[in-house]
């Protein structure tokens, strides 16, 4: 089923094309022929394992986020406080400036959503752990 339909629109599984691109579905790292490159907005189907954790903090943050749980448990950290994802559906928004990261509690599917879609952020691919960025 994924796959460009015509030149504007694709059709695809979350869980699949995540797959291919360390989850993420929509963002200015996609071809810029394809529909879902954007610099406005970025969005990542986000599968975590037990015990994953970000490699590193995001510090300097230049884009605004919302994290809704999918499925799972799933713990988001700030400078001075937790915030524990445990219901499906509950869900965090941070702005610009917000260090954090993240660990997740239980086998977990979170959707990220930030905006601008900006370079930068990612965790080094050379990382010994799995599903980071």
């Not at 089923?1 to 989850?23: E, H, T």
């Not at 400078?79 to 610009?96: C, F, I, K, N, P």
């Not at 509690?105 to 930068?120: I, N």
């Amino acid at each position: 089923m994924s796959g460009c339909v015509n030149d504007s629109v694709y059709v695809g599984n979350a869980g699949k094309d995540a797959a291919l691109d360390r989850g993420w579905l929509l963002g200015h790292f996609k071809g810029a022929g394809d529909p879902r490159h954007s610099s406005a907005v970025e969005i990542k189907w986000g599968v975590h394992p037990c015990g994953d954790e970000r490699a590193e903090w995001v510090t300097g943050e230049e884009r605004t986020a919302l994290l809704v749980l999918i499925s799972g448990r799933f713990r988001v950290e700030f400078r001075g406080r937790s915030v524990l994802l445990e219901q499906q559906g509950d869900y965090v928004v941070w702005g610009h400036g917000i260090d954090h990261s993240w660990f997740a509690e239980e086998e977990s599917v979170v959707l990220t959503v930030r905006w601008p879609s900006v370079a930068g952020y990612a965790v080094s691919q050379t990382d010994p752990a799995p599903g980071h960025g």
